[in-house]
């Protein structure tokens, strides 16, 4: 990503942050440690990937067993899970902030 997307996704994400953090501490706070998170396990994700791509590359070469393989494929597996949880979560506590400003009616 270039340094100027990153920069205005990075000042959407502070406006966002200040816009919202002054109405409910405990939901900002969820909701910041939620998307910081979101952001480790993505990170995690990209490591578990490059580590599954060597892995395979080791089996093939036979330095590994069966095995290994699998626990390697299965802690990609858990990478990607606990991802898309830290993203739902991050996007639950958004919808709350949001509630909260009332910027999402709700609806029943």
């Known amino acids: 990503m270039c340094y100027?997307?990153?920069e205005q996704k990075y000042r959407i994400n502070f406006n966002f942050t200040s816009k919202f953090c002054g109405k409910d501490e405990f939901t900002c706070t969820t909701y910041e440690v939620n998307r910081?998170?979101?952001t480790f396990e993505a990170a995690n994700l990209g490591l578990a990937a490059e580590n599954l791509d060597i892995s395979m590359d080791?089996?093939?070469l036979g330095a590994i067993s069966a095995v290994e393989l699998r626990d390697v494929?299965?802690?990609y597996i858990s990478a990607t899970n606990r991802l898309l949880v830290a993203t739902y979560n991050a996007k639950v506590a958004e919808t709350a902030l949001k509630l909260l400003t009332?910027?999402?009616l709700r609806v029943e």
């Open 102 to 104: 009332g910027e999402v």
């Open 58 to 60: 080791r089996y093939r």
């Open 73 to 75: 494929q299965r802690s």
């Open 36 to 38: 910081k998170l979101a």
């Open 4 to 6: 100027a997307k990153r």
